[in-house]
């Protein structure tokens, strides 16, 4: 899958500063890199993460999100096709 990074500003600084950080979160285990789906929790690095709280539509699966187990916290929503970044 290729990633496509959409930025409405007219400043290619803007790009270049998002698409660093998006590749040191995947450097840094935080990200998937094939979907940027999240590995491990940014509030305490734990990998211990559970899918919870799915929401459906007439289609099917519309949002869900990803909780890590051990401090408790939301780690990201995916919403329609794509996670929240």
Same mark, same amino acid.
């Given at each position: 899958?290729?990633? &496509?990074?959409?930025?409405?500003?007219?400043?290619?600084?803007?790009?270049?500063?998002?698409?660093?950080?998006?590749?040191?979160?995947?450097?840094?285990?935080?990200?998937?890199?094939?979907?940027?789906?999240?590995?491990?929790? &940014? &509030?305490?690095?734990?990998?211990?993460?559970?899918?919870?709280?799915?929401?459906?539509?007439?289609?099917?699966?519309?949002?869900?999100?990803?909780?890590?187990?051990?401090?408790?916290?939301?780690?990201?929503?995916?919403?329609?096709?794509?996670?929240?970044?």
């Amino acid at each position: 899958m290729k990633i &496509h990074i959409v930025n409405n500003s007219n400043s290619n600084n803007d790009n270049e500063s998002f698409e660093s950080y998006l590749n040191s979160q995947i450097e840094q285990g935080y990200l998937d890199k094939k979907d940027l789906s999240p590995l491990k929790c &940014h &509030h305490c690095d734990s990998e211990n993460l559970e899918d919870k709280n799915f929401s459906y539509e007439n289609l099917g699966l519309i949002s869900y999100e990803r909780w890590c187990n051990d401090c408790g916290k939301r780690v990201n929503t995916w919403d329609y096709g794509c996670w929240g970044v």
